[in-house]
């Protein structure tokens, strides 16, 4: 069993950054990637960006690309979500998740209990 633990959230000023950690501890071994989600208010839950462990293969979804980067630190059991650019479509919550095969997108198996992400416009 993996836990994913997420920190980092808050409420920012559109235009300005924040950044998500997200520890994860039990049977990481287990793992092939790591990705970030985002629920926001009556809307369903969905990818933002993943990375794979070893190689760092990473995807972003479109809404992100060129604002938001995710990087790991394997010998942490770790992943992060730089966001920068923020505008109060990001605002949400967003979700650590680990999945056990290829590729960075698609089902994931294992999900964090989500920070919350508030933008002000």
């Known amino acids: 069993q993996v836990q994913l633990v997420e920190s980092g959230g808050g409420l920012v000023q559109a235009g300005n950054s924040l950044r998500l950690s997200c520890a994860a501890s039990?049977?990481?071994?287990?793992?092939?990637?790591m990705g970030w989600f985002r629920q926001a208010p009556g809307k369903e839950r969905e990818f933002v960006a993943g990375?794979?462990?070893?190689?760092?293969?990473?995807g972003y979804a479109d809404s992100v690309k060129g604002r938001f980067t995710i990087s790991r630190d394997s010998a942490k059991n770790s992943v992060y979500l730089q966001m920068n650019s923020l505008n109060p479509e990001d605002t949400a919550v967003y979700y650590c998740?680990?999945?056990?095969?290829?590729?960075?997108?698609?089902?994931?198996?294992?999900w964090g209990q989500g920070t919350q992400v508030t933008v002000s416009s």
């Open positions: 998740a680990m999945k056990k095969s290829p590729p960075v997108r698609g089902v994931y198996d294992s």
């Open positions: 990375i794979s462990w070893s190689a760092g293969f990473t």
């Open positions: 039990g049977r990481t071994s287990v793992g092939y990637a």
